[in-house]
């Protein structure tokens, strides 16, 4: 299964600032995915990210508040901006195995805005 | 379109078995099941492919009824690690991302 290394594992932020969570995966893979996870609440994906083209973003979310890059197969961004609190949540990055075809996740980025 | 999840929540003692529903108001042509520990990331168990298929995870084991649209994990003689939460995550519109459902939160106690 792929490994991924993502970060920071947490940060506490102030309103009107922007975050930049990293994932680095071991394997080269086609899609990265970006979730948000609100406590106690299920798995909602912001955006999927291809190499060499613009993401695919779900609907609720912007590229404004939320840009990602993706600059080689291995890497992603996802930058939070102009945080408010109802930013606070856990962002978690993920890859589909094909070994298995089950997803693999980043640890989680916990964010709190204040 | 969510999948959803019953029950919400299940708590059991060791040793007891439990059963974790998703079902879909579209047709599914696959059905993931991962768990959550408690500040840790999602955890693949296992994927059903076609309907009728029924997988096996130590005693963790899951079935597909791609008629009925729903999938249900089985877990016999639960242990204390089994706690946590469970979610189906089910493909949307046959890409490969993942649409999950509600989750189902099960504690295991002694």
């Known amino acids: 299964s792929a490994v991924i290394s993502q970060k920071p594992s947490r940060d506490i932020c102030q309103r009107g600032t922007s975050l930049t969570i990293q994932c680095q995966v071991d394997s080269q893979v086609t899609m990265m995915f970006w979730y948000r996870q609100q406590p106690g609440q299920s798995l909602t994906l912001i955006a999927t990210?291809?190499?060499?083209?613009?993401?695919?973003?779900e609907s609720g979310f912007v590229i404004d508040k939320f840009p990602i890059s993706r600059p080689n197969l291995t890497f992603s961004t996802l930058t939070v901006s102009n945080m408010s609190p109802e930013d606070s949540s856990i962002y978690l990055c993920?890859?589909?195995?094909?070994?298995?075809?089950?997803?693999?996740f980043g640890s989680g980025t916990r964010l709190t805005v204040v | 379109q969510q999948p959803v999840q019953s029950p919400q929540a299940v708590i059991l003692r060791e040793g007891e078995d439990a059963v974790i529903n998703c079902s879909s108001s579209?047709?599914?042509?696959?059905v993931h099941w991962y768990r959550q520990k408690h500040g840790e990331a999602p955890v693949f168990l296992m994927i059903?492919?076609?309907?009728?298929e029924q997988k096996g995870h130590e005693k963790i084991s899951a079935s597909f009824n791609e008629k009925k649209q729903q999938s249900s994990l089985y877990l016999t003689a639960s242990q204390l690690s089994y706690s946590g939460t469970y979610f189906c995550g089910t493909p949307d519109q046959g890409a490969q991302k993942l649409v999950f459902g509600q989750g189902t939160r099960l504690t295991i106690n002694p």
């Open positions: 579209k047709a599914l042509y696959s």
């Open positions: 990210a291809n190499q060499g083209s613009e993401a695919t973003y």
């Open positions: 993920s890859v589909e195995n094909r070994t298995n075809y089950g997803y693999t």
């Open positions: 059903l492919l076609k309907g009728g």
